[in-house]
């Protein structure tokens, strides 16, 4: 049974994006069947794996509202072992359409259960907000993973995301579990960096993946050329890294 995943922090330009496609693509590659599954309405995630987003027929806006099943949607062998829900502009007015719908909250649970027996791993990539969207994925999800970028404000917000992670553990998803913290954007050669990295630790113990992911331009082009970094340039350090995180959530570091 596979292991849904949620790529979760209202902030904006942590790195949600590339961990949930980077991870995706190397759990892929490492052998295991991954469902790339993208529910931020900027869609991101499917552009970055080189999904046209404006030419969908269907996305997960469709599936969230029920018009559509998911074998409609789901796009298959984006790479050789993944598949790909993607998303589109439309998502942006889902949330406010979702609160006239009986259950809501587990809109995507009830999607993503029966998909669970054909992957080894679904990743949602989320968007920037606590809204209903990500508390779908937060009730579909068995762990989420937690980027946080090494600058000044890392820390800051945080208490809204795990006040929000427990209201869901209290009622909707008693299972959740948090998987991980990932340092995004780091830069060895600046000491607040390393600070962030130290008081990310402190808070978060042994919840911090030790793959540190380092601020790495090819990880920055490689979604213009929509691909994962691996394959666009596969001794990048960006590449690298995600590799060693892909390994750790799998579990065979
Ligand atoms: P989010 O999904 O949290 O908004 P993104 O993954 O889209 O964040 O990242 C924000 C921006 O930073 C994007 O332009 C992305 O290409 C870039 N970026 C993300 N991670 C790195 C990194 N490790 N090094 C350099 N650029 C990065
Ligand atoms: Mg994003």
């Given at each position: 049974?596979?292991?849904?995943?949620?790529?979760?922090?209202?902030?904006?330009?942590?790195?949600?994006?590339?961990?949930?496609?980077?991870?995706?693509?190397?759990?892929?590659l490492l052998g295991?069947?991954?469902?790339?599954?993208?529910?931020?309405?900027?869609?991101?995630?499917?552009?970055?794996?080189?999904?046209?987003?404006?030419?969908?027929?269907?996305?997960?806006?469709?599936?969230?509202?029920?018009?559509?099943?998911?074998?409609?949607?789901?796009?298959?062998?984006?790479?050789?072992?993944?598949?790909?829900?993607?998303?589109?502009?439309?998502?942006?007015?889902?949330?406010?359409?979702?609160?006239?719908?009986?259950?809501?909250?587990?809109?995507?649970?009830?999607?993503?259960?029966?998909?669970?027996?054909?992957?080894?791993?679904?990743?949602?990539?989320?968007?920037?907000?606590?809204?209903?969207?990500?508390?779908?994925?937060?009730?579909?999800?068995?762990?989420?993973?937690?980027?946080?970028?090494?600058?000044?404000?890392?820390?800051?917000?945080?208490?809204?995301?795990?006040?929000?992670?427990?209201?869901?553990?209290?009622?909707?998803?008693?299972?959740?579990?948090?998987?991980?913290?990932?340092?995004?954007?780091?830069?060895?050669?600046?000491?607040?960096?390393?600070?962030?990295?130290?008081?990310?630790?402190?808070?978060?113990?042994?919840?911090?993946?030790?793959?540190?992911?380092?601020?790495?331009?090819?990880?920055?082009?490689?979604p213009s050329h929509?691909?994962?970094?691996?394959?666009?340039?596969?001794?990048?350090?960006?590449?690298?890294?995600?590799?060693?995180?892909?390994?750790?959530?799998?579990?065979?570091?």
């Amino acid at each position: 049974m596979g292991q849904i995943i949620a790529i979760a922090n209202q902030k904006g330009g942590v790195g949600k994006t590339t961990t949930a496609v980077n991870l995706s693509a190397w759990l892929s590659l490492l052998g295991c069947k991954v469902l790339l599954t993208d529910i931020d309405p900027q869609g991101n995630a499917t552009s970055g794996v080189g999904v046209n987003k404006d030419a969908l027929e269907y996305s997960v806006y469709d599936l969230l509202l029920g018009n559509v099943e998911t074998g409609l949607v789901k796009i298959k062998n984006i790479l050789d072992k993944l598949d790909i829900i993607p998303s589109s502009i439309e998502l942006a007015g889902a949330e406010i359409e979702m609160v006239d719908i009986k259950e809501r909250e587990y809109l995507l649970r009830n999607i993503l259960i029966k998909e669970k027996g054909k992957y080894d791993y679904i990743i949602i990539d989320c968007p920037p907000s606590l809204g209903l969207l990500t508390i779908n994925a937060l009730t579909a999800a068995e762990s989420v993973i937690v980027p946080l970028q090494c600058e000044y404000y890392a820390l800051e917000g945080l208490g809204q995301l795990m006040n929000t992670i427990n209201l869901v553990q209290q009622g909707l998803n008693k299972e959740l579990v948090i998987k991980g913290v990932v340092l995004t954007m780091f830069d060895g050669r600046t000491n607040l960096s390393i600070q962030v990295v130290d008081e990310v630790k402190k808070y978060f113990k042994d919840k911090v993946f030790r793959s540190i992911i380092p601020r790495n331009v090819r990880l920055s082009e490689a979604p213009s050329h929509g691909k994962p970094v691996m394959l666009y340039d596969r001794r990048s350090r960006g590449a690298e890294l995600y590799q060693e995180l892909a390994r750790e959530v799998m579990g065979i570091e």
